[in-house]
């Protein structure tokens, strides 16, 4: 925070299996640490840590600084839904899941979505249009939605295919994945080839024809 970061983003820990008690007090040591804003991201399914809304809304009062929880749960909706109904909008929701229903958590209140760095131009433009247009967002979005579906396969795939396209981009200068890893073959690399040409107009990443 001292030199300049805006937030604190925290993934309670799930090695050992805390109790969710346990899991409340490592949150609230934390937050309670800082004055800055904090985002706690919770991904049920990857951490087999379970919190409800009325937990997190808990330590929002007693932290007004808890600004954010990432809602990583599939269907995402509900959880959006039941932490404005019990904050009444001062606890805020953002998403991730590279947005893949990213107009219907925005109709649900989803105040953000934390997609992937390679994306970011065209997720800037996505979240714009839904609060100005839905209709042009979700047109937008439907665009999207091939590359963030390919991209989606695995969480293996997924960073293989952004390491390809930052390096595309020319923020990395290998796309190197360290083991385990997932590797792209020749029929991969086509398909992102033609996603990347149909996005063209969003994405900055030339394809190996284009330069």
Known sequence: MRIGADALMIMPPFFMAPSSEAVQNHIAVIVAETSAPVIVQYAPIQTGSHLTAEIFCALHQAHQNLAYVKVDVVPSGPMINRLQSLAGGSL??????MGLHLPHDVKRG????????S???AFVALFGLLERDSEQGRRLHERLLPMLNFMMQSVEMLVAVEKLLLQRRRLLTSAYCRS???????????EIDRLCHALRDFLPIPTPTEG
């Open 119 to 121: 994306l970011g131009r």
């Open 180 to 190: 385990p890893r997932w590797t792209l073959d020749a029929t991969h690399i086509a």
């Open 92 to 97: 805020k929701s953002m998403v991730g899941y």
């Open 110 to 117: 989803a105040v953000a979505v934390m997609p992937t760095v």
